[in-house]
């Protein structure tokens, strides 16, 4: 069974930084990308960054520039770098792994809250 262990997240004033990390185990099949996604009161769940196995990143407009996604050397953590913070990050973050084992299939982690004070 997949699990995925996310920290990181707080409370942080506007411009601050912090660093989230997502760790995977019980991965059986192929992972073909890890990334985080979040979700703010009242809205939908949207994509924040995702990153493949060969490092190929893709980033919402929103965090452009200000946002880093990494993993380690294992390929089963993934890292999430935010700089810059404004107060609409604010929301609960969510740890992704997409995996392909004769169809694909997504698992989340538990979500970790982050809010930006102004």
């Known amino acids: 069974q997949v699990h995925l262990v996310g920290s990181g997240g707080g409370l942080v004033q506007a411009g601050g930084s912090l660093r989230l990390s997502c760790a995977a185990s019980g991965v059986r099949f192929t992972i073909n990308y890890m990334g985080w996604y979040r979700q703010a009161p009242g809205k939908q769940r949207e994509l924040v960054a995702t990153?493949?196995?060969?490092?190929?990143?893709n980033y919402a407009d929103s965090v452009k520039g200000r946002f880093t996604i990494s993993r380690d050397n294992a390929k089963t953590t993934v890292y999430l770098q935010m700089n810059s913070l404004k107060p609409e990050d604010t929301a609960v973050y969510y740890c992704n792994v997409n995996t392909w084992g004769g169809g694909s299939s997504d698992y989340w982690g538990q979500g970790t809250q982050v809010t930006v004070s102004s």
């Open positions: 990153i493949t196995m060969r490092g190929i990143t």
